[in-house]
Nanobody
Framework: QVELVESGGGLVQAGGSLRLSCAAS????????MGWFRQAPGQVREFVAA????????SYLGSVKGRFTISRDNAKNTVYLQMNKLKPEDTAVYYC????????????????WGQGTQVTVSS
């Protein structure tokens, strides 16, 4: 069992930055590949970024590449999403999720989910 708790969301102006954190608990949480997804009202859940359990592999949604950076600190059981140059279209609830052996962009492969944190970018 892995429990995930996101934090760091908020209201920011376009062009600003936020850093989201996802704290994982559970004996083997550091063995999981981790992903960030987002969902805007009336929209489908969208992959944002993923990182392998070792931290050596990452992948990103095309529209956030170069602006967002996913990282992890396994000693702290925490995954981060640094978001720079934010745009109004980045507004959504952001979720972190954990998967084992299915690292990728398909939300159906992720077994554990956090409760989400709201990110609102004003124009």
């Amino acid at each position: 069992q892995v429990e995930l708790v996101e934090s760091g969301g908020g209201l920011v102006q376009a062009g600003g930055s936020l850093r989201l954190s996802c704290a994982a608990s559970g004996r083997t949480s550091r063995d999981y590949d981790m992903g960030w997804f987002r969902q805007a009202p009336g929209q489908v859940r969208e992959f944002v970024a993923a990182i392998s359990w070792s931290g050596l592999s990452t992948s990103y949604l095309g529209s956030v590449k170069g602006r967002f950076t996913i990282s992890r600190d396994n000693a702290k059981n925490t995954v981060y999403l640094q978001m720079n140059k934010l745009k109004p279209e980045d507004t959504a609830v952001y979720y972190c999720a954990a998967t084992r052996g299915s690292y990728g962009s398909d939300w159906r492969d992720y077994r554990y989910w956090g409760q989400g944190t709201q990110v609102t970018v004003s124009s």
